[in-house]
C-alpha cells in the first residue's frame, strides 16, 4: 500500500512540477503575444448583408470574406476578397451596383474605399471602370482619382478622375481624355 500511494503521489508532482517550472515567464508576467488590434475581432465568410432605412431595403453587400478590426484606433470592415454592393430605390428594385476585388469600410467616418478592377453600372446602363473608388455615404459621393472609362447610351468616355452620386448618376469626369464628337450647333446658338 505505501508502494501505491508513492506512485499515486509521483503520478501527481510530475505534472504539477512541470506546469510550475516548464514556463519560461516568471509569475505574473504574461507571455508575448501580437498586437490584438491587428487581428479581427470577427470573421465571417460568404455574408449576403441587407442594409434598410425606415423599413425598407436600401443596400446589399455580398463577400467572400470579412474581417471586423474593432480595436484599432480607426475601426474597420476589410473585404479582403472582394465585394458586390447592390443600390435600391424606395420599391426595391436595384438601381445600381459595383463590385470590386477588395474594400474597407472606415466606421468612424462612414467612408468606403474599393480597390482593382472595379466596375459599376447605374439604372440608366453607364457602365463605369477603374481600380480605385472613394464612397463617403454621409455625403451620398463616390469619388476617384484614378483612370476611369464610363460607357453609356451616347458612347465610351475615359479620364481621370470623376465623381457622382452614390448610384453612379449624374457623374462628372474630372479630366477627360481623348477624341470628342461635338455637335457644332450647340455652339452656333440653335
Not at 19 to 48: E, M, R, Y
Not at 107 to 112: P, V
Not at 144 to 168: C, L, M, N, W
Request: aromatic share 16%.
Amino acid at each position: 500500500m505505501a508502494r501505491g500511494s508513492f506512485c499515486k503521489g509521483f503520478i501527481f508532482l510530475v505534472p504539477l512540477f512541470l506546469f510550475l517550472f516548464g514556463c519560461k515567464n516568471k509569475f505574473g508576467q504574461l507571455p508575448n503575444i501580437d498586437d490584438i488590434t491587428d487581428h479581427p475581432t470577427l470573421s465571417a465568410v460568404d455574408i449576403d448583408l441587407y442594409q434598410s432605412q425606415n423599413g425598407k431595403t436600401n443596400l446589399r453587400i455580398i463577400a467572400h470574406i470579412v474581417n471586423v478590426y474593432s480595436f484599432q484606433e480607426e475601426p474597420t470592415t476589410d473585404f479582403p476578397e472582394g465585394i458586390n454592393v447592390e443600390f435600391f430605390d424606395e420599391d426595391g428594385v436595384v438601381t445600381s451596383y459595383f463590385r470590386a476585388n477588395s474594400a474597407i469600410y472606415y466606421d468612424k467616418q462612414n467612408r468606403w474605399e474599393a480597390f482593382g478592377d472595379i466596375q459599376a453600372q447605374n439604372i440608366e446602363g453607364a457602365v463605369f471602370n477603374t481600380e480605385y473608388i472613394e464612397w463617403d455615404e454621409i455625403s451620398g459621393e463616390i469619388k476617384s482619382d484614378r483612370a476611369v472609362k464610363i460607357t453609356d447610351k451616347e458612347g465610351t468616355f475615359y479620364g481621370r478622375g470623376f465623381r457622382s452620386k452614390q448610384d453612379f448618376t449624374d457623374w462628372t469626369i474630372l479630366n477627360p481624355t481623348g477624341e470628342f464628337l461635338i455637335d457644332q450647333n450647340e455652339f452656333k446658338g440653335e
